[in-house]
């Protein structure tokens, strides 16, 4: 239980005089046990190095059945082409790091965005000595999370079986591994190249061992590659390579073919150090060898790590918590850590110091930015607001991307990895593309992105995967919904976010002055409607002929909906929650249909799917009702309380959510992590607000978990978050103010937070139930 600090002046004296960290700030005096006088005060005990509170062991406690996360630890820089990762699971396998398995079969380059996706272009490094094991099975090595060291900028693992430790600092398209030997003649490195078409080559000459992998699970064309280069500090005594079916083959310095790899020896002495530096391309090997000289070169592994730690801490302190709960502050930081992973930076830089790309569409080297790894569905809730909102850059040249992969495919991505991928569902790159633009990130191709926007809108020929485009687009913009009888499957959903699209594209048309398309797009923002069934109060999937679906069950997962059921997608009309709420009857009635969500059993009907899907499990095991926060499409429904004259209920939701389904452990997510998105939610929800609705420029209140963050912003200004008097037993908002001045809104807009200054959150234990109620205090409704 986190309780007020007490300290004596003299203790305060010490500590501002022996930490210079730790930051104090005075509140009420109070009478102490022997009634001395002492100071009740916030302590700040955040340090400087943020990047020490990042656990990218946060959600690797995870398997098909139940996702802790489905994460993996990624040793990378923020957006980084290539990520490093230790293999508990054999090559191929989606959860290839999990938690409670005892040993790892290697480090691997990996561009994995998530376990169903899974990986591309991977390939491993492992370290053994004494007998020559080469095969994954039998090479494998005991290992102990008490001998593991996991940062965003380093890793370190003892490999117990061969007395062996393993370390690697990454940078964004190479890595810097070094492997601590014990003293023998038999020291062994194997490059695993992996399956699907793979080749290596060993240069003795050079201490190098060259080559590519091919492997992939789709979205790429038939000419890619994965070109590496591994650079050694040491000779090699010898070298083996093996071919399919893991033949070894002795004193061979080449081999090509489905699965190979190479294997080479040293004699070392008791804790020598060998230095492999290794660099990747998707465009040639010259490339990669470029890649690795320009971004580590000749330096030592200490400056590589220290270089990637200079990356994180200069991202991650783009927001400054200050709080004296250190747990807490461990899951924050662990969280924006996975924000500012995806998506990746799928671009390089050539000799010419040009910014190339070699395209996963068509197979071309191409000038210009390209990103990848990253599903629009999940995303565009919250990640991309949070990019908008801290990394307009980063968002501009993303949207360079977006045109990019336009102009080379004739199509926006839905979810790409690293082309297009027939995934989920939605309309959602107009969302992210408007987002941006009505934000004022409007130095882009817009002429482009607006012409790949309409032809998503409009067009349903020539679609390469069923993600991408509007599956049921004809459908959709003749009948204003999907319907369910037409063999196309979540029907529902698609009708839902189509229509939150349309409501963007409205918006992103009328500020480029296209008056017809504006009207168009916000007569289809209503297409909501047309789903609402009046007799149930829930979302219905309705039939081409215009009667609802039947039988009808709110509680059946998939079918008419996205992973997930009608009580989790009824809240889908983020554009427009007044209009939402008049067609349940008002706010009362719209309150109780929340309130039920939250308060009935986690009742469910699995029959669509023929078993219980992990996302259900999830929902079913946290006790909170039929609240599904595990997976995406319902998170933003704590905050639609405010809409409705209660927003004391978002506060103790959102708070409750906070506090009870995150962790900086392994297990601590509560369902997918999914490119950033489930943590994007606590980042933005432990700052005090959330962008319920992107493509408006508000972001709507919660409850602020931290005693204060300071955000840095892009332009130069900074916007400082307070709540007075916050611990965990005082989530709700008392009162606010902004900038020195009565705030009884429950929003607040882009351009406030832009201008720098300070949101202060007054907090107490108990709901007041006067503050930022009445229509003037609701965030934004298209009908309103």
């Not at 996706?117 to 053994?128: E, I, K, T």
């Not at 039920?596 to 929902?619: A, N, Q, W």
Request: aromatic share 14%; charged share 20%.
């Amino acid at each position: 239980m986190r309780q007020p600090v007490l300290i004596t002046a003299a203790l305060t004296f010490v500590f501002s005089g022996c930490t210079p960290s730790l930051q104090q700030e005075s509140s009420s005096a109070i009478a102490s046990k022997n009634s001395s006088v002492s100071v009740s005060t916030n302590v700040n005990l955040v340090e400087t190095d943020v990047v020490q509170y990042v656990n990218p062991l946060m959600g690797t406690d995870s398997k098909f059945s139940l996702s802790n996360g489905n994460t993996y630890p990624a040793i990378a820089t923020p957006w980084g082409m290539n990520f490093w990762t230790p293999m508990t699971a054999p090559m191929g396998d989606g959860w290839t790091y999990k938690y409670d398995d005892e040993k790892i079969r290697g480090i691997k380059q990996t561009h994995q965005p998530s376990p169903w996706l899974n990986d591309y272009g991977a390939f491993s490094l492992m370290a053994v000595t004494g007998e020559l094991q080469f095969k994954e099975e039998k090479r494998a090595s005991w290992f102990s999370h008490k001998a593991e060291v996991s940062r965003p900028d380093y890793y370190k693992v003892y490999l117990a079986d061969y007395d062996v430790t393993a370390e690697v600092a990454p940078t964004e398209r190479a890595a810097h591994f070094q492997f601590t030997f014990p003293e023998t003649d038999s020291a062994y490195l194997i490059l695993d190249a992996f399956d699907k078409g793979s080749m290596v080559k060993v240069l003795p000459e050079k201490r190098q061992i060259i080559g590519y992998a091919r492997n992939n699970h789709g979205g790429v064309p038939d000419n890619f590659h994965n070109y590496f280069v591994a650079q050694f500090d040491k000779d090699f005594d010898l070298s083996h390579t093996w071919n399919d079916g893991w033949v070894l083959q002795e004193n061979t310095l080449e081999s090509q073919g489905q699965h190979v790899g190479a294997i080479v020896k040293f004699k070392t002495n008791d804790n020598e150090q060998v230095n492999v530096k290794v660099a990747s391309s998707f465009i040639s090997p010259a490339q990669a060898q470029l890649n690795l000289n320009r971004e580590i070169g000749d330096q030592t592994f200490e400056a590589t790590q220290q270089q990637a730690h200079s990356v994180w801490q200069k991202e991650l302190s783009r927001l400054r918590v200050e709080d004296d709960d250190i747990e807490k502050v461990k899951t924050f930081y662990s969280s924006l850590y996975r924000v500012l992973l995806f998506p990746r930076a799928f671009y390089e830089i050539n000799e010419q110091n040009e910014t190339v790309h070699y395209s996963p569409y068509n197979g071309e080297v191409l000038p210009g930015y390209m990103y990848t790894d990253n599903g629009f569905w999940d995303t565009f809730r919250a990640v991309f607001p949070f990019f908008t909102l801290m990394y307009p850059d980063l968002n501009a040249r993303i949207m360079e991307g977006l045109a990019n992969t336009y102009k080379e495919s004739g199509w926006l991505p839905e979810w790409a990895s690293p082309g297009h991928r027939g995934v989920m569902i939605g309309s959602n790159s107009a969302v992210n593309i408007a987002d941006a633009y009505l934000k004022g990130i409007t130095d882009i191709d817009i002429d482009t992105l607006y012409e790949a926007i309409l032809k998503n809108a409009e067009v349903d020929e020539g679609r390469p995967v069923s993600s991408v485009g509007r599956e049921g687009v004809h459908y959709y913009n003749d009948l204003g919904y999907v319907p369910y009888n037409v063999g196309i499957h979540e029907n529902a959903a698609r009708t839902l976010e189509y229509a939150f699209a349309d409501y963007t594209i409205y918006r992103l048309a009328s500020v480029l002055g296209k008056e017809e398309d504006a009207k168009l797009f916000r007569q289809r923002a209503n297409n909501y409607t047309h789903l609402f069934d009046p007799e149930s109060g829930w979302m219905r999937g309705k039939n081409e002929d215009g009667s609802f679906q039947s039988p009808f069950n709110p509680l059946k997962w998939g079918d008419a909906f996205t992973e997930g059921n009608s009580l989790h997608y009824t809240w889908s009309v983020f554009h427009d929650v007044e209009g939402l709420k008049q067609l349940m009857g008002g706010n009362e009635a719209f309150v109780a249909k929340l309130d039920e969500v939250f308060e009935m059993p986690p009742l469910f009907d699995d029959s669509y799917y023929g078993f219980t899907i992990h996302e259900i499990r999830e929902m079913q095991i946290v006790d909170m009702g039929n609240y599904a926060h595990g997976n995406q499409p319902i998170q933003h429904m704590t905050y639609l309380y405010n809409y409705a004259n209660q927003p004391w209920k978002t506060q103790e939701k959102v708070r409750e959510v906070m506090t009870k389904l995150y962790a900086p452990t392994p297990d601590g997510y509560c369902g997918d992590e999914d490119n950033g998105q489930t943590s994007a939610w606590y980042v933005f929800s432990a700052l005090g607000f959330y962008p319920v609705t992107p493509g408006t420029d508000q972001y709507v209140f919660g409850s602020p978990l931290f005693n204060a963050i300071t955000m840095t912003l892009e332009n130069g200004n900074t916007f400082r978050v307070e709540a007075g008097d916050n611990n965990r037993h005082t989530p709700y908002i008392q009162s606010t103010e902004l900038n020195g001045k009565a705030y009884p809104k429950t929003w607040i807009s882009h351009g406030d937070i832009q201008k720098g200054g300070s949101l202060t959150f007054d907090m107490g234990s108990a709901p007041n139930t006067q503050w930022a109620t009445g229509t003037e205090a609701h965030p934004y409704s298209m009908s309103q």
